[in-house]
């Protein structure tokens, strides 16, 4: 692609265009890579059925060839709303070979989120179930760019889904040259507004994640892969069956989310690396099981609160290794490794990446001064500029530059880095909350709650809880005294229950008669959270 090209979708091209050392330059090749050297190897996993390496090539390019009988190539978007299973695996990895820009959208996604998404990325394809058939057909007025739904459980609506794996040997598809910078996945992300914004990688950044850490000895190349989070989530693909199939292993979906029959699991089928967030670790405890021995722990997605690792320690005796990632990276952009950080610390630097603290002007601050995490690729060694920063936000042209100035990244999040180079973030971007390793803005709660005509002002802020790390709370000013706040509670929970992701919807309701607020009549958030939160 050229810099017009690029700027075209709002993007900006990569500063460098270095291949890793001595790994693939591309997603696109690794699983005919993988069929090459072991075909006859476990390669994925889910509750139907089972694929070797070389039953999974022919299954990509049975689903490539079916792409392309629609019309899918090179830079269009095929997005997907499936639960865990084998075939959002395999249509992610046939879009890759095709070129194509990969869109995944959680399938608990209110309607209207998805709504945005598909108009948003223009996506020409959507493969769902008959779960959402519903939601789907009520959104595809609003979707011209959307010419193909294909529901991979329904036979008469699924494309040829279905048909076309029974004959996956006999398949061909087209092999175009990749470039490995141009788009390959948009990745949706709240904003601080609420509104879902796309983060664009390339298969460039996605491979170059793995490549680094295998590299540097980190992230144990040998081990079994397998996910309970949703691989919609691009960033779980990429710590899932990205990493897994670089490294020749297979990739397997967890029956559940559930800590019983996932640390079970882990057991009987020798799991060495799935995601954890927080709460999964909350409840591990609670529940008292033992771990495998070959098993360490990990956590991601929300800081660990202190009492968790703690108590972890007191029963596992290790420590849980803490890590700092975002959307924008992508996934990990520090670990603590195996060493145990200072209290409140997220890991060092990634070996490939080099984290700077900046101020508001982007000028680099000393040792221990907070300021905005801002991070880069190493400029010395072998894995010199071989990071390549996010492409930019999809359709915004001043975002990505805002994103990207002065040649970093800038998370928006903000830190400081001690003299031997451990992050702590003191706090995330905006308000942001972090409840149970999901990111939930308080402006698109409070856009839902203001639309009820008995609310005269609201806020929503964040109160801290041991489990999820952070509860959302919601402040009510009624419009007027003799409303039944009562009644009001109930109908505002009916209502973000019909507008918002179950996760996003409050915890706790408070109503207050009036706001605490500034000279310029804004209302002043820490007193609030200083209002819900007990005293110690």
Not at 99 to 112: F, R, T
Not at 254 to 272: H, M, N, T, V, Y
Request: hydrophobic share 45%.
């Amino acid at each position: 692609m050229t810099e017009e090209e690029y700027a075209t979708f709002g993007l900006q091209a990569p500063p460098a265009r270095i291949d890793p050392p001595g790994a693939p330059r591309d997603v696109a090749g690794l699983i005919a890579r993988a069929a090459a050297h072991c075909p006859d190897a476990e390669a994925l996993v889910d509750s139907r059925r089972s694929y070797n390496f070389r039953e999974l090539a022919e299954a990509v390019t049975a689903a490539a060839a079916l792409f392309d009988g629609a019309g899918i190539g090179a830079g269009d978007r095929v997005a997907a709303s499936l639960g865990n299973q084998n075939d959002l695996v395999i249509a992610f990895f046939a879009a890759m070979r095709l070129g194509a820009v990969w869109v995944g959208i959680n399938k608990i996604l209110p309607e209207g989120d998805k709504r945005h998404i598909l108009a948003h990325s223009g996506a020409k394809l959507l493969l769902t179930d008959s779960s959402l058939a519903a939601q789907v057909d009520a959104l595809r007025g609003d979707t011209p760019d959307l010419a193909h739904v294909w529901m991979v459980d329904d036979a008469a609506r699924d494309g040829g889904w279905t048909a076309a794996f029974a004959d996956a040997a006999d398949a061909t598809a087209p092999l175009p040259a990749i470039d490995p910078f141009a788009p390959a996945a948009i990745m949706y992300t709240s904003g601080t507004t609420g509104v879902p914004k796309g983060v664009v990688h390339s298969q460039h950044n996605m491979i170059v994640v793995p490549a680094a850490a295998f590299a540097h000895g980190l992230m144990t190349p040998d081990a079994r892969r397998g996910s309970a989070l949703p691989l919609t989530i691009t960033n779980v693909m990429i710590l899932g069956p990205v990493s897994a199939f670089l490294a020749y292993r297979p990739f397997l979906f967890a029956p559940s989310i559930k800590i019983d029959p996932l640390i079970e699991w882990i057991r009987e089928r020798r799991i060495g690396q799935v995601a954890f967030v927080p709460t999964m670790i909350y409840d591990l405890l609670q529940a008292d099981l033992d771990l495998p021995d070959h098993f360490r722990m990990s956590s991601g997605g929300a800081p660990l609160p202190h009492a968790i690792r703690e108590a972890f320690f007191e029963r596992y005796g290790y420590h849980v290794s803490p890590s700092y990632g975002l959307t924008e990276a992508p996934t990990v952009v520090a670990h603590s490794f195996d060493a145990v950080p200072p209290d409140g610390a997220s890991g060092h630097a990634l070996p490939h990446l080099e984290i700077s603290i900046r101020d508001a002007e982007g000028r680099p601050l000393a040792t221990g001064a907070v300021g905005e995490v801002c991070f880069g690729p190493v400029r010395t060694g072998p894995w010199a500029d071989v990071y390549t920063p996010p492409l930019g936000y999809w359709r915004e042209g001043e975002k990505t530059a805002a994103l990207l100035r002065g040649g970093v990244v800038h998370s928006g999040d903000h830190g400081s880095l001690d003299p031997d180079g451990w992050l702590t973030i003191a706090d995330r971007s905006s308000d942001l909350i972090l409840r149970g390793g999901s990111n939930v803005y308080p402006a698109e709660i409070e856009r839902v709650l203001h639309a009820h005509d008995g609310v005269a002002d609201c806020a929503v802020v964040p109160k801290p809880d041991l489990r999820m790390g952070m509860l959302t709370v919601a402040c009510i000013q009624p419009a007027r005294s003799d409303i039944d706040r009562a009644v009001l509670e109930a109908e505002l929970v009916a209502l973000c229950r019909e507008k918002l992701t179950r996760y996003k919807i409050p915890d706790e309701w408070r109503f207050l008669d009036s706001f605490p607020r500034n000279a310029m009549g804004k209302i002043v958030k820490p007193k609030l959270r200083e209002l819900v939160t007990p005293a110690d």
